[in-house]
């Protein structure tokens, strides 16, 4: 298995590897993935085994069901996990796009290309699919990756690393592109490699990721509360504020682009919140409230500060009554987590001014906050969801693993030539 | 003059001018930067004036000469400044420009669009004509910023930013949008900002943005060290060679972009060395060399391991002597600091694969380093030069001051009929 690497020296091997990785043609990445998910598929039986032993010491160590459910991996999830591989393969390579062209003068031509980014640490809790999917991201985009799954899938990130990395060897990528660390120190360790990581993603809960953002400098992919919001402006259409309001909270609530908090204009409340309470209740959606919404959903618990701040990933919701849509956008920017917001209304201008001024990656009219996911975006494939204000923004795709460079090709031009006395002039033709 | 507002205080009032800033129009910003242009040409003895006290003192307090030159406000510098200015106003509005379009379903349109980043943190030393550069490119772009001056520009610094700050404020732009912080205290403050400010743009000596990319987990946007390379390659044609490998180390020895080290092929060297070198003798540069390049240029300094790593910004070169591109290219990745890499080569393939495998944000084939500068490049206005891997890479103009947000447009969809039986289809239909 893994002879026993340092943290420094499996951070310079992924480094080595990224600099062959930068040239590999796409063929050569796909031909590898493929034999990846060959790889899982022949070795299905060791997979399971070794996920048998962590589900069995998992349920010893009495962890949650909802945990055990996510660790679990059987003959449908080998099926899905190879599935996923063979997806990633179809997708268009994400490098060597030309970006923008200029002719900075004639026979001096600048392209900007589309290129990887170098070595990406992912740290995971649980889910052995995800580091999967993970690595196969970083394979066709042509980063390295170290790795670290939850320790509770000790032994199926082992088996699953050692059976991509094979498959990586063999079929023409650099050894040390796919790399697996598994203590709490060699996390620590690399959140401190500035010269070797250089981009951090972190999967799991709001804590898990705000320590990991609190303790790099590294830049960071990913997102910690998902505290969404939809708004039901006063000429809101009454069958689309409920179907959104209730889809957003219902669906799934156990999701970060789920509502948390509804608020609703004053002019509409009194006819919308008797008709949305009966749909919660019929869902047991526990329902709190800001005072003027006490007055008209009579019984509920009133919402307090704490609740605005609260990302319940439940069914449980607060709603609060605003005087207008500023102050709905004010509310919004003040507690919202900049991940999702919606507006329900008929007043293209209202939306148009939500849209604008509300502080978020994704931000939605007339549509359901669920929506805030990369397969519905049509990314194919999604790296994480992100509310970073740099890179990239929201469900990022594979779009989110590449940076470019510059690529000047000339014919012997000096700078000399175009400064001082009798200084030759730039084209700065635009070519793309 | 600036009331004493805490650190948390003005953080807080440019986080509140962002979200207006958010909805602007670009005539908005651009009548604000002209108006500002204006009052500095009507205020210009006032900043003369101050200037000269911050000179006075700097010489009584015995700063370098060069310092002195780049503090310096004279009627020239404001010209200068005035029209940088009015060109920041010309240029296309960065924000508002849809990157991709994608039709998720009939009637459900998602919008890709660039918007404003939030507050930027930008600090300088010295040189007050950048922070004016600085504030214009935030103000263009939509961002609020907290500008930090060096000490020794404090008067220069103080009346520009009221001034800017006045004239934003009386053309509709958001109080708070530029402001001024002058202590160290308030640096380290801002640095630990994460909930409210977005970027940070350090300017100045290599030291000094190290330590801020080390004590901040906020995205910083720039570069320390500039340790440019050159390999003359064994095909390479000697006049392209001898002009980049002169114009690349002595036309501007002082700046990022010029090169430190000189790398050369073993079977060009005999006869390319003995050329650059009586070149080099001419314009008085002092050249060291590893072993094999003593043999052909007796008596120059032994360049030791110190000499691989230094950024001389003087006329001092170090030069090397490969094997083969492969060597150039690892010396390169080890040494160089992801800046600008040239080759040169009348040989496609090794342009190509040095192109592809160095891993810096400009690469080059035939051309001189000296290139990698953001007016040469056509960017009209340079925010600075990045060597991070994600968000901006190389000279970054108005481009790296935005970001995008998701605009989801609807009709009342929602999720629950896109799943479980029954499921709708996605269109995903890509319009751009």
Redesign the interface.
């Known amino acids: 298995m893994s002879t026993l690497k340092t943290m420094i020296e499996k951070a310079k091997i992924a480094r080595e590897a990224?600099?062959?990785l930068?040239?590999l043609k796409n063929e050569v990445k796909n031909k590898a993935l493929v034999a990846i998910a060959a790889a899982i598929k022949k070795n299905s039986g060791r997979i399971i085994g070794a996920n048998e032993k962590d589900v069995t010491e998992s349920k010893k160590a009495k962890i949650s069901d909802v945990l055990i459910k996510r660790l679990l991996i059987d003959g449908d999830k080998i099926s899905e996990i190879i599935e996923e591989i063979e997806s990633v393969a179809k997708l268009d390579d994400p490098n060597g796009k030309i970006l923008s062209q200029?002719e900075?003068d004639r026979g001096?031509m600048?392209y900007q290309e589309t290129?990887p980014?170098?070595v990406i640490g992912a740290i995971f809790e649980s889910r052995p699919d995800a580091l999967v999917q993970i690595a196969a991201l970083c394979i066709k985009s042509g980063n390295a990756v170290i790795l670290k799954g939850g320790s509770e899938a000790k032994n199926s990130n082992r088996i699953l690393v050692e059976i991509i990395s094979d498959a990586c060897e063999k079929n023409g990528i650099p050894k040390g592109a796919v790399q697996l660390i598994e203590t709490r120190d060699e996390v620590s360790e690399m959140l401190k490699m500035?010269d070797f990581i250089?981009?951090i993603i972190p999967r799991g809960s709001n804590n898990f990721v705000k320590y990991v953002?609190?303790?790099?400098?590294i830049?960071?992919l990913g997102h910690s509360d998902g505290i969404c919001h939809v708004f039901i402006d006063e000429s809101a259409?009454m069958?689309?504020a409920l179907?959104?309001a209730?889809?957003?909270k219902c669906?799934?609530p156990a999701v970060c682009n789920a509502m948390e908090t509804l608020i609703v204009h004053k002019n509409i409340a009194k006819k919308f919140l008797p008709e949305i309470a009966k749909k919660y209740a019929g869902s047991k959606v526990e329902v709190r409230g800001d005072e003027e919404t006490g007055k008209i959903l009579k019984g509920i618990k009133k919402a307090t500060e704490l609740d605005w701040k609260t990302e319940y990933n439940d069914l449980v919701l607060s709603i609060k009554i605003v005087n207008n849509l500023s102050d709905a956008?004010s509310h919004i920017?003040k507690y919202g987590s900049k991940h999702t917001e919606a507006i329900?209304t008929e007043n293209k201008k209202n939306?148009e001014?939500f849209?604008?001024?509300v502080?978020?990656?994704?931000?939605?009219?007339?549509?359901?906050t669920?929506?805030?996911d990369g397969f519905?975006?049509?990314k194919g494939a999604e790296v994480g969801i992100s509310t970073?204000?740099?890179?990239a923004?929201?469900?990022v795709g594979l779009e989110g693993l590449v940076?470019?460079?510059?690529?000047?090709?000339?014919?012997?031009?000096?700078?000399?030539d175009?400064?001082g006395k009798n200084a030759k002039k730039?084209l700065?033709k635009?070519i793309k």
Chains 1, 2 share one sequence.
């Open positions: 990224t600099l062959k930068a040239a200029v900075l001096l600048l290129c980014i170098g500035n250089s981009m953002q609190q303790n790099t400098s830049p960071v259409e069958k689309k179907d959104i209730y889809d957003a669906q799934y956008v920017n329900v939306a001014e849209m604008d001024l502080d978020a990656a994704s931000v939605m009219w007339n549509a359901s669920r929506f805030a519905r975006y049509g970073s204000k740099i890179h923004r929201g469900p940076i470019y460079k510059y690529k000047l090709v000339g014919h012997g031009q000096i700078v000399g175009y400064s730039f700065h635009k």
